[in-house]
């Protein structure tokens, strides 16, 4: 097997059990999060999708807030709660703006940098960037932007051969449905 492949193995077996973490929110999942997304994003990197690439850079620079905000949320609720908060209807707003010209604005540069798959590309890590914003607030709603982002995300890996990232990615969306799930049932909303 050759390195980049291993990468790609280490992001998929590390990406599960970060995912399992987050769906318990548990504090640690933040910390494995940027090992993960620095192999996600040489796996990507290793196959042009510049825009999939620079998410998980992203992930691996709000990996450090979403720790801190989770650290502070979680010590305000008893032990195993999952703290909630509330989605203003603005940020809901201004997400779906963003959405829109960030997902437009990303797949016309992309196409200039000669992207494997420019508009889906772009959407995808659009809705990651939002997603993961999300998380940070504790929305449990981004379960959902989760559910779509990583069902693209399948097609994106099929699309350009990065079969265990599709894996991975499937595997995620099937956690997203339960993870909205289980926040909602296990959930306690805190003021911001």
């Not at 997400?95 to 590309?121: E, Q, Y």
């Not at 379960?143 to 599709?166: E, H, Y």
Request: aromatic share 14%; with cysteine.
């Amino acid at each position: 097997m050759d390195w980049i492949r291993a990468i790609e193995i280490f992001a998929v077996v590390s990406g599960i059990i970060y995912i399992l973490l987050e769906i318990g929110q548990k504090n640690v999942m933040w910390m494995l999060g940027i090992l993960t997304s620095a192999a996600c994003a040489f796996s990507f990197f290793s196959q042009s999708l510049w825009a999939s690439m620079g998410l998980n850079l992203y992930y691996v620079a709000v990996s450090v807030l979403g720790l801190v905000r989770w650290r502070r949320d979680g010590a305000r609720l008893e032990e195993g709660t999952i703290h909630l908060t509330k989605l203003p209807k603005r940020t809901a707003i201004v997400s779906a703006v963003l959405f829109v010209a960030g997902s437009l604005g990303a797949a016309a540069i992309l196409r200039s940098t000669g992207d494997g798959a420019p508009l889906l590309d772009a959407i995808v890590t659009v809705l990651g960037i939002i997603g993961t914003w999300w998380l940070t607030r504790s929305y449990p709603e981004q379960w959902m932007i989760w559910i779509v982002a990583n069902l693209l995300s399948v097609l994106l890996c099929v699309r350009t051969g990065l079969f265990w990232m599709a894996a991975l990615y499937l595997g995620y969306a099937v956690s997203a449905v339960y993870g909205y799930f289980h926040w909602m049932n296990k959930g306690q909303y805190i003021e911001p």
